[in-house]
């Protein structure tokens, strides 16, 4: 497993027991992972699809580093399953795991898309050439709210 990326945890990233909170950690992982899927899929539009069970092994403490190792484990048709854990950079003690994270490549449309890929790279060579920007849907408006076109007021107006 290559360890990819080092964070410090800082006192915002703590929960009141003092340690570091465990939804930080799991969005560091998320986008962490997603970077990674990106540069091996060669498409910015990847998704999480499913984790699996997560493991808080040990804590973290203010002014720790760790970081962060990413294994992939399998290149399917239109995704990449990958395997993570998080560890104290000293220590080398483990803090998270989590087994099976799968991401998937998208197309335009938001539709699983056949990426073409079957082993990781170790260079830069499928970065996309051009971020492009991503269509939003049109936001669904119940007819209700439309219709009225009522005014908001505050809650204790
Ligand atoms: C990602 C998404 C487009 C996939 O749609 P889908 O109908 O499941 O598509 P498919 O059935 O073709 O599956 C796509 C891939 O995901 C894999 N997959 C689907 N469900 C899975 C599951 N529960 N566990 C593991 N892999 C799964 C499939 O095996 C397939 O991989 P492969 O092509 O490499 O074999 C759709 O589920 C989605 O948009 N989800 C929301 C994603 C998102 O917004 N994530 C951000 C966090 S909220």
Redesign the pocket.
Known sequence: MRYHSRLWVRPENLNANGTLFGGHLLSWI?EQVALYSIVQLGNERV????MSEINFVSSAWQGDIIELGIFPV????????LRCNVRNMVTRESIITVD?I?M?S?DDQ???L??GYSDITYARDRIPHRMKPIPRPEPHVPERISAAHEPLHDLDG
Do not use: A, M, Q
Not at 47 to 50: A, L, M, R
Not at 74 to 81: A, I
């Open positions: 998320d998704v999480t699809k499913y399998k290149f399917g048709r239109t995704s990449l399953t099976k799968v998937v998208l938001g539709r699983p056949e990426h």
